[in-house]
């Protein structure tokens, strides 16, 4: 209730086909005062910054969940436009969508991002050389690996807790079983 009189950034849903034709939602949070007919497109392109979550079998439980939700309302109220991403291997949307991850992390799933990030530009959210990553886990990998495979489409990337060694990483007991 003690937020009810401030400006808070809006969600608004949208749909991403990838460069192979798999459909992604996204999220996307804009600045209060910066989208003026509410069409979930801010009235000119804003730096944006793509959210990925960690896992990456994580997914759609996170949209409204206040220790993420926070975080994009703190961006936005920045100026940001901020984009809750979904990439092959979120759970929540099927075990169809969940086995299209299988040993693409450095590939297709990359690609899923950068295509929303292309996306963005195309429509007009994002401003152009201001598209940056932010992510924790496998978010923090896919942070590096978007600088590194797609390095034209970003202009920086911030990775929390980032995995760097996959191969140490799948030896992991919590991991593997």
Not at 5 to 22: I, N, P, Q, S
Not at 45 to 63: A, D, E, K, N, S
Not at 110 to 126: E, G, H, L, P
Request: glycine share 8%.
């Amino acid at each position: 209730p003690e937020l009810e009189a401030a400006a808070m950034a809006k969600r608004h849903a949208f749909e991403v086909k990838t460069r192979d034709g798999l459909s992604l939602p996204v999220h996307v949070y804009l600045p209060a005062g910066s989208d003026q007919n509410n069409d979930g497109i801010p009235d000119k392109p804003l730096p944006t910054i793509l959210y990925v979550h960690g896992g990456p079998w994580v997914g759609v439980v996170h949209w409204n969940q206040y220790f993420h939700w926070r975080n994009f309302q703190l961006l936005a109220n920045r100026g940001y436009a901020v984009i809750n991403c979904e990439f092959r291997g979120s759970t929540g949307l099927g075990k169809a969508f969940v086995d299209k991850s299988m040993k693409v992390w450095g590939t297709a799933m990359t690609n899923d991002k950068t295509d929303i990030a292309n996306w963005a530009v195309q429509s007009n959210i994002a401003a152009k050389e201001k598209v940056a990553l932010w992510g924790w886990s496998y978010g923090g990998y896919a942070a590096m690996a978007a600088l590194a495979f797609a390095p034209e489409t970003y202009a920086c990337a911030v990775s929390m807790y980032g995995i760097s060694d996959l191969e140490a990483f799948c030896k992991n007991p919590m991991v593997s079983n």
